[in-house]
């Protein structure tokens, strides 16, 4: 069968009544918004589900190792093997791959109003904000550890990147049982180009610009309401954050077959 979404949330309903029919698969076509709407209706169900990427940064399908090509992807969804990942809560708002408090929010709000969308499209809305946004100071507990620290985004990732291989969390790992807190300070402009480097490459390093933490579950709080998004969609603002990590609890397919070993 065959559906098209009519709005939002109907993608969950429709993931809902793949489960109900007893469908072998149900599959997400388009972007990691789309994919965390489908995911919703198959969260602790035994419905395996499956992406083919449309998105314009397909930041889960690209951790998972899922080509960018609809017949390639079809093709691993036809021949791929199941896992149970793991996924997450930040404010009752379920998560699969990185959602964001801060700058990354801000930009999420902006980009969301926008017709063209796209990479450069994206990069040219954050260097024009990056020198507006400021820091802002959190209160970060996570497990039994608690931390003071001004921030200039803060990224709960359970995959490594946000899309077109923007890795802030390079040793993240959606079948670890953890998530990685990325806590990100603003980067002065002549050090910007290498962080940005770093990033692409997945060379980010704990140092005094970026620090990355594990954890199951915790608490952010600011001063005042900020910027957030769940998988790149924008979801407004808040002063509060609670997070909360769900094992095991989502079947996904991935590739069988993948031309180098690497961490999923």
């Known amino acids: 069968s065959i559906e098209f979404k009519s709005g939002r949330g109907h993608a969950t309903e429709l993931a809902k009544e793949g489960v109900i029919k007893k469908f072998d698969r149900v599959i997400a076509v388009g972007g990691?918004?789309?994919?965390?709407e489908v995911a919703r209706g198959l969260l602790h169900t035994s419905t395996p589900m499956g992406i083919i990427p449309k998105g314009s940064g397909?930041?889960?399908a690209r951790h998972l190792g899922i080509s960018m090509k609809i017949d390639r992807a079809l093709d691993q969804i036809l021949s791929g093997k199941v896992i149970a990942m793991d996924t997450f809560r930040m404010n009752n708002h379920l998560s699969l791959n990185v959602s964001g408090i801060g700058f990354?929010?801000?930009v999420a709000n902006l980009f969301s109003t926008r017709k063209r969308r796209g990479f450069w499209g994206y990069t040219k809305l954050v260097v024009r904000e990056y020198r507006r946004y400021k820091e802002f100071n959190?209160?970060?507990?996570?497990?039994d550890h608690s931390q003071s620290q001004k921030s200039f985004m803060i990224a709960i990732a359970n995959a490594s990147q946000y899309g077109n291989n923007a890795k802030v969390a390079p040793l993240a790992s959606v079948m670890d049982q953890s998530l990685q807190l990325a806590i990100i300070k603003k980067v002065p402009s002549q050090r910007g180009f290498h962080f940005g480097y770093q990033m692409f490459t997945g060379r980010l390093q704990t140092g005094k610009d970026y620090e990355c933490l594990s954890f199951q579950q915790g608490t952010i709080n600011l001063p005042f309401p900020v910027a957030f998004h769940i998988d790149g969609e924008p979801c407004g603002y808040s002063n509060s954050f609670k997070i909360e990590l769900l094992a095991n609890s989502l079947n996904m397919v991935v590739p069988a077959i993948r031309k180098r070993k690497r961490k999923i």
Do not use: F, S
């Open 32 to 36: 990691d918004g789309t994919v965390n």
């Open 58 to 60: 397909n930041g889960l």
């Open 104 to 106: 990354d929010g801000h």
């Open 138 to 143: 959190a209160e970060v507990q996570l497990n």
